[in-house]
Each structure stands twice: as C-alpha cells, then as structure tokens.
C-alpha cells in the first residue's frame, strides 16, 4: 500500500493550477449514457473517473480517454447495452447509483447495486428512488441490488425533495430528460457541479430550466452530440486555499472563476487569511495571526461539507475557541483522532468539534480513512514539526489529481513512497 511522507513547515511558493471537478465529471459521464457523441474536456485524471469509465465501458459504451490532454470521446451505439452496474464498480464509487436515472429512461430497466455505506456515514439512496418512483419507475431491492423498470417508459410529474440531495437531484434531471412531458423538481441542491450538469445536458439538445431550487424539465424527442469543457474543482481549490492560508509565502491558483468560491473566500478573510481576487486567479500572501470562527455545513451556497476537515486544520492555527458543525454527514469527524495525534486540541461534541487554538502540530504515522480526511492530514503534515506518514492514501487519489507534485512544484517536502 503506497504512503506519502510529508517534511513539515516548508513554506509554498509558487502557482497550482487547479484540475477538473471531479463532482462535475461524474453526473455528466453517467448522463452520456443517453446520447450518441459526446467530447469532454479538463476531466480530471482521478481514480473516481477512471471507475466511471470502467462502469461505462462495462454497460457498453465507447470511451476513449486522452490523459495528455484530459480529454474524453464517448460514443453510445446503443447496440449491447448492458443496463447493469455491478457491486465491484460501486462499492469503491458511490456515485455509480447515477447510472441508474439514464439506464431506466433510456432503456426501460436497469440494475444496479446498492452502494453500500462509506466512511463518513450510511449513505442511502432512498431519495434518488423517491423521485424515480415519481417518475413511474416499479423498483425492488433484492440481494444488496435495485432492480428498476419503466415498461412504459418514465412519465413527467411535479416532485418536491423532502431533503435536499445532490446524487438525488442529478439523478431525477438526467431521468427527467428523456420522459414523456414536463417535470417539475423542487427543493433541489443547486451546487455549481448540477449547473454544470445543466449546461452539458442543453447542449445535448435537452429543455431544462432552473429558477433557484426549482428545476423544470421538459422533454425532447432529438438530442445532439456535443462538446463540453468540465468546470473547476472547487473543494480542489478551496483544498489550496487552505494550503496556502496555512503556510504559504505566496501562493497562486489558476484555472479557477473565483465567483463561485465567493463565500470560502470571504469566510477565509474573516479568518485574517491576505486573499487577491483577481479574475481567473487568487492570491495568497503570508498570514501570520488567523483569527478563530465559527462555522456550519449546509448545502450550497453554504460552506461545503466537502472543505471542513480541511477548515479544521486551519482553526488549530487560529488564536482562540473555533467550531465546525458538520450537518450534512453523521460520521464526518473521522479525521479527528489522527489530528488530535498530532497534538490538535479539538473535542466533539455531537455534530459540533470544538477547536482550541492555536496548537502546535508535530509528525506522527496517522491513517486516511475518506477523501476528503485523507487530504487534512496532508494540510496537518505540512505545517506540522519533524515528518508525517500518511497510510490508504488509495483515499487521497479518488479526487485529488497530481496532488503531490503540485505541492512539491510550490517547495513543499512530499513524497509517495
Ligand atoms: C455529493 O454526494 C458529493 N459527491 C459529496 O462529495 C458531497 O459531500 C455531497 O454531495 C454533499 O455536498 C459527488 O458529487 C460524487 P447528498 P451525495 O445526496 O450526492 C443524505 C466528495 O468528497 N441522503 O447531497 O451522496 C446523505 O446521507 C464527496 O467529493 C439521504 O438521506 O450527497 C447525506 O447525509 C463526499 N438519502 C445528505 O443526504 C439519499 O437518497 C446529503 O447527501 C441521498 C442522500
């Protein structure tokens, strides 16, 4: 199992250049599913989209894959479609479920596993089959898979979301596309990766209108093929920002529209972080006295569950009393333990972790144990004393493309071994 051994408290200096958005990518290569021709480009080189693929190829589709240029060409003959998703492919990938939406609306049928849980919690899926029900589909759980149909094909109807989902509402546009007459979803999650989503799918011919957390589809009877450039990561970026906040001299992000991270970076501010927006880049100068905060995860434009074990690296280095409350995931304090090894003073309470800061971080042998984890540990590594070995760094490449050599071209002291 490889590691990464991280030298602490060298300061980054130079420009990282941010990759594509991993949670842009998957929903769009699931939904090529139901078109003819499609190239895609800036998808990131990642472990999550390279199964994806895999899934893809194993339905039946043509996937050639450019790593030089990170660039895809899908093709969809529809001849041997396979409309099922194994359990191999998506107990490592979650986001296979969102097969399950095309598969059922372009094909009448599909199986697909169950995900199963992960380490930040249980993650159901019932939401993602509430609104398929909706749409007519007859589902049956059976051995660990869901077992979908739509003789008649799925059907328009007017669907509120008791709770807002990402995967869910992905999964009920993308369906919703190719059913007969107009659906009508509210209370959606409007995270930049679904508007992306959005724009990849009316370039493909389909009718989809969004006004705030409602979004109205209509159906179509020709779709084209199309080309689409995949947005910016954006837990990527906010992932350096931090970065740099935490012990960079001066540090440059590109590739990146910082109006959509508008609220991380104001929060970032508030914390005393020197941030220059500029317009498709950010600096970041050397910030000495962090100030402590008070924060709590929600759905977008709230402040991304997705970026809080990396916010919570930051608070150690803050003067005074912090707190994250995580209110998306019921289990994602997983990377507490292995920070308070490293000398973290953070308690929890409930959804609620409690940071004394600042504290003094030293290496120590910790364990990644999800992605997003994984890469606060590297955050703590490199601004800890002495060296820090980070282990199932497996986790860390699901999402993170090139993250080691992107540090190690700012000076930093990391290597995978
Ligand atoms: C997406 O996961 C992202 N993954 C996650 O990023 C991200 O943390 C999450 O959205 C929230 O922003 C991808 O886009 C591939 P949800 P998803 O459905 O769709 C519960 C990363 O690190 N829920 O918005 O699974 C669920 O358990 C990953 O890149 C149900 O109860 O998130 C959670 O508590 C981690 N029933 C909450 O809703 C359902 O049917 C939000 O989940 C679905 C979800």
């Known amino acids: ?123 159901p899926v019932d939401l993602h089959l509430f609104a398929l029900k909706k749409l007519g589909a007859k589902i049956k759980i059976k051995e660990g898979y869901i077992y979908a149909t739509a003789t008649d094909g799925l059907k328009g109807e007017k669907i509120k979301f008791p709770k807002i989902s990402v995967g869910a509402t992905e999964n009920a546009i993308i369906a919703a596309t190719h059913a007969t007459g107009e659906t009508v979803l509210l209370n959606c999650a409007i995270e930049p990766e679904i508007k992306d989503l959005i724009d990849f799918l009316k370039k493909s011919g389909c009718d989809i209108k969004c006004n705030g957390r409602k979004i109205t589809i209509n159906s179509k009877k020709k779709f084209k093929n199309s080309k689409h450039t995949i947005m910016f990561d954006r837990i990527e970026a906010g992932t350096y920002l931090i970065a740099s906040a935490l012990i960079g001299k001066k540090m440059t992000l590109t590739n990146l529209k910082p109006k959509i991270i508008s609220n991380e970076i104001k929060t970032l501010k508030k914390m005393g972080v020197k941030i220059k927006v500029q317009k498709n880049k950010i600096v970041i100068s050397e910030s000495s ?100 070995t980070i282990n199932r760094i497996y986790h860390l490449d699901r999402g993170y493309e090139n993250l080691e050599k992107k540090f190690v071209k700012c000076k930093a002291n990391i290597k995978r071994i």
């Open 289 to 388: 006295n962090i100030k402590n905060q008070v924060l709590r995860t929600s759905p977008y434009p709230g402040f991304p569950t997705d970026l809080q074990a990396q916010m919570m690296v930051l608070m150690t280095k803050a003067n005074g009393v912090s707190k994250i409350q995580e209110n998306i995931f019921e289990n994602r304090f997983m990377h507490v333990p292995e920070l308070k090894r490293m000398g973290a003073k953070i308690e929890i309470k409930n959804n609620i972790a409690i940071i004394n800061g600042p504290s003094k971080l030293s290496g120590a042998e910790v364990m990644a144990t999800d992605l997003r984890a994984s890469v606060s540990l590297v955050l703590a590594g490199l601004v800890a004393e002495n060296r820090t």
């Open 1 to 123: 199992m490889q590691k990464l051994t991280i030298k602490g408290k060298k300061k980054l200096s130079g420009t990282i250049s941010i990759s594509g958005s991993k949670n842009a990518s998957l929903p769009i290569l699931a939904s090529t599913i139901l078109f003819k021709k499609v190239n895609l480009k800036n998808i990131p080189m990642v472990k999550d989209v390279f199964t994806m693929i895999e899934l893809l190829r194993f339905i039946g589709l043509k996937v050639s894959i450019n790593s030089k240029n990170n660039s895809l060409k899908i093709s969809n003959s529809n001849i041997k479609i396979n409309p099922i998703a194994p359990y191999k492919l998506v107990k490592t990938m979650r986001a296979g479920v969102l097969v399950l939406g095309p598969l059922l609306s372009k094909f009448k049928k599909a199986k697909v596993s169950l995900p199963g849980g992960c380490a930040i919690g249980t993650r």
